[in-house]
């Protein structure tokens, strides 16, 4: 079973193209599974619908989250149909299992306010060159000006932004390709950034945020994200993706239409566009319980 994971992690990210992260995740969640068929001398041959319910049964005493049940269920999904396809099994043991239902919780969001301040306190930091300053903020109006992913944003090549159209091309999830507008202000930033080193080609193959051919870990990519929406905001979750589900909202709470929105960040189904009309309803309540002289 080993080597056929290690097959199928090698398909998935050479053929099919899946990120870094994805196959990251897959990995770790299929290991997990054949773990506890080691411990629990569980053969592959023997591997059922009723091996599957055991292993849910001993997610769940491990006091695994639903959404991550759920995600181990997909990443089991996609491995034994990879097997169903090589003829290794006749039949696919998650046929007829469903995922346990989770809580829809709404995304944290900041507002206008602090998103100008995180701009702000990008300025205001006095020892850090210039260079590195228009950095952070073209890291940040990828994020929340072009709504991308931070895995997106980090793959934004210099090429992929097209000057005289005001868009940019994105590789996002299951390698799809699509067009995002750039705002005028996340644009102004951009060619700042590059005419600091002015032998930078607008028509250059090395990625935007470092303006080389090596990107940011994402690690390193997440941390200053974290940084500064630490410093600016009191949301409990500190991560890239506020920034996106920020930007989605505010688009709505300004008009713009729901399909429109659902192109923009790309989503395959409007079904996941639709939250941010769930975050706006609560935002109105909440202005309204603060406001209304009847509330």
């Known amino acids: 079973m080993r080597n056929l994971l290690a097959s199928f992690l090698e398909q998935i990210q050479s053929v099919r193209r899946f990120s870094d992260n994805t196959v990251r995740s897959y990995k770790n969640d299929l290991e997990r ?26 997610l769940d005493r491990n006091k695994i989250s639903k959404k991550s049940v759920n ?41 206008t306010d602090q998103y100008d301040s995180i701009l702000q306190s990008i300025d205001n930091l006095g020892s850090t060159r210039e260079k590195v300053k228009l950095q952070y ?3 940040f109006e990828l994020l929340y000006g072009c709504s991308l992913r931070a895995s997106e944003a980090n793959f934004v090549r210099i090429s992929d932004v097209d000057w005289f ?33 002015p032998s930078t080609e607008l028509h250059s193959g090395n990625y935007l945020i470092t303006k080389s051919e090596k990107r940011l870990s994402p690690k390193t990519f997440y941390n ?12 409990k979750k500190k991560s890239p993706h506020i920034l996106r589900h920020s930007s989605a909202t505010h688009m709505l709470d300004k008009g ?22 769930r975050v706006s309803i609560e935002r109105l309540k909440t202005i309204y319980k603060k406001t209304h002289p009847k509330s």
């Open 33 to 58: 599974f054949l773990s506890f068929c080691e411990e629990n001398e569980i053969k592959p041959v023997n591997i059922s619908k009723r091996t599957i319910m055991r292993y849910l049964d001993y």
């Open 71 to 111: 995600r181990h269920l997909s990443s089991l999904r996609a491995f034994f149909s990879f097997l169903v396809r090589e003829e290794t099994l006749e039949i696919n043991p998650l046929t007829g299992i469903r995922n346990p239902k989770t809580e829809k919780r709404l995304p944290e969001i900041i507002n």
């Open 137 to 139: 903020k073209v890291m």
């Open 165 to 197: 159209n005001s868009t940019v091309r994105i590789l996002g999830k299951g390698n799809k390709l699509r067009i995002a507008p750039i705002g005028k202000k996340s644009i102004t930033i951009f060619r700042q950034y590059l005419a600091e080193e």
């Open 224 to 235: 200053i994200i974290h940084k500064f929406l630490s410093l600016t905001t009191e949301i």
């Open 256 to 277: 713009a239409d729901l399909m429109a929105i659902k192109e923009i960040l790309g989503h395959t189904d409007l079904s996941t566009t639709q939250i941010y009309t």
